[in-house]
């Protein structure tokens, strides 16, 4: 592991994925956002209007993607090792409350961090900027709440 | 239009894995595949880690200036459109569905990248929180359909569907 995690590895890897971003929306046209790449995964087999067959198009470079950021962890891991992380207050039951709150939210709402916060965001897009404000808003609370009134162990 | 190819399908497949390979890179290498070091920036009580400034900073400094380049471009190099959301409205869908996945990021600290990036190494709070959030996807396209039943897909693919192509 990167001893203490400098500032500048946090953003050179930022900066990788903002090279990522660009890269696909130059090559492909498409945008790098990992709650609709992986919901289109889901959702795009039980589709038959032209949505629906045009989700099912996007299936084959989405599975791509998700292969190649699961083998971008794997490099990164071996490159610099990757975190082990056990937390006592990490229980089955609320990282499956937290994981259906994610995956419904960005669902709803048409992106997560890399749609809205980083592609939304680079493209000045209104609906964008005020998700992105709205689920770090959301979250700052919940986190203050979850670990200083709730005091769980996270 | 041009016709797509065998080639242009191929590398239109290798650029996307590619991608994904350099995101999942970064994620790792910002430190965000670890949520104590995402929750240390959304615990402002706590002891503080601006960690996550950086990686949204350099991510959107980097895009904000390449996607005005890359937009420039008549059509992308192995595609015919770009496909971007079209939308400009503030409806309720984006902000319930931003408070509600705001609520389970800062329950643990993970959003869908660096949770699918850290099952690379077996992490096994991943285990739990991906299937989670595939099935909280599933449950939200389960509603929308249900209730208007004539649109069956997905809101992120409907908005993928308009494209800037003139």
Request: glycine share 16%; with cysteine; proline share 5%.
């Amino acid at each position: 592991m990167l001893a203490a995690h400098p500032w500048w590895a946090a953003l050179g890897g930022g900066i990788l994925i903002g090279v990522a971003a660009s890269l696909l929306l130059a090559a492909n046209g498409r945008i790098a956002g990992v709650s609709g790449i992986a919901g289109g995964l889901v959702n795009g087999w039980w589709q038959s209007d032209p949505a629906g067959q045009q989700a099912r198009r996007e299936l084959p470079w989405r599975a791509l993607f998700l292969v190649g950021l699961i083998a971008g962890g794997g490099l990164g891991a071996w490159l610099i090792g990757a975190p082990v992380v056990e937390r006592p207050g990490a229980s089955v039951g609320l990282l499956a409350l937290a994981g259906v709150l994610v995956g419904y939210g960005t669902a709803l709402g048409g992106g997560c961090t890399s749609g809205h916060g980083v592609c939304g965001l680079a493209r000045l897009s209104r609906r964008s900027i005020v998700a992105t404000a709205i689920f770090l808003g959301t979250a700052l609370v919940t986190t203050y709440v979850a670990r200083h009134v709730l005091g769980l162990a996270l | 239009m041009t016709t797509p190819t065998p080639k242009r399908a191929l590398n239109f497949g290798a650029a996307s894995f590619v991608c994904g390979l350099v995101f999942g890179l970064g994620l790792v290498v910002a430190g965000m595949t670890d949520p104590r070091k995402v929750l240390g920036f959304l615990d402002l009580a706590g002891a503080w880690d601006p960690s996550l400034a950086f990686v949204l900073g350099g991510a959107v400094g980097f895009s904000a200036v390449a996607f005005r380049g890359v937009l420039r471009q008549a059509r992308p190099w192995f595609s015919e459109v770009f496909r971007l959301p079209a939308r400009t409205d503030i409806d309720s869908a984006l902000v319930i569905g931003a408070v509600l996945f705001g609520v389970g990021w800062g329950l643990v600290g993970y959003c869908p990248g660096p949770a699918i990036v850290s099952l690379a190494w077996g992490n096994a709070e991943a285990w739990v929180l991906v299937p989670a959030m595939l099935a909280g996807a599933a449950l939200q396209w389960w509603h929308a359909r249900r209730r208007l039943p004539a649109q069956t897909s997905v809101r992120g693919d409907r908005e993928s569907l308009a494209s800037t192509e003139s």
